[in-house]
């Protein structure tokens, strides 16, 4: 059984910095997926924020220089760096897996407030 779940996220000031983890299992083989990482405010569409495939990661313009994406393969794992947090950036992070299907995790709320 697939499953992708995330945590990490919680209550930061700005300019604070939290790590977001998505941790994966039920992958016959998790480095032939495409993992990204998004994000979604209450009455908006779900923003597609940082992408990694064969290890290469690329970024929205809203968080590029800010987010860092990484992977570990053996532990069939990504995480999001998010550093010099906005209140903009306030939205429950979500994490997908796309090759054959797509598969979401459930969401972990990112609140940037003072």
């Known amino acids: 059984q697939v499953q992708v779940v995330e945590s990490g996220g919680g209550l930061v000031q700005p300019g604070g910095s939290l790590r977001l983890s998505c941790v994966t299992s039920?992958?016959?083989?998790?480095?032939?997926?495409?993992m990204s990482w998004y994000r979604q405010v209450p009455g908006k569409e779900r923003e597609l924020i940082a992408v990694?495939?064969?290890?290469?990661?690329n970024y929205a313009d809203s968080v590029k220089g800010r987010f860092t994406m990484s992977r570990d393969n053996a532990k069939r794992t990504v995480y999001l760096q998010m550093n010099n947090l906005k209140a903009e950036d306030t939205a429950v992070y979500y994490c997908?897996?796309?090759?054959?299907?797509?598969?979401w995790g459930q969401g972990t709320q990112v609140t940037v407030s003072s």
């Open positions: 997908n897996a796309g090759y054959a299907q797509e598969y």
């Open positions: 039920g992958f016959i083989t998790f480095s032939y997926y495409v």
């Open positions: 990694n495939s064969g290890g290469q990661s």
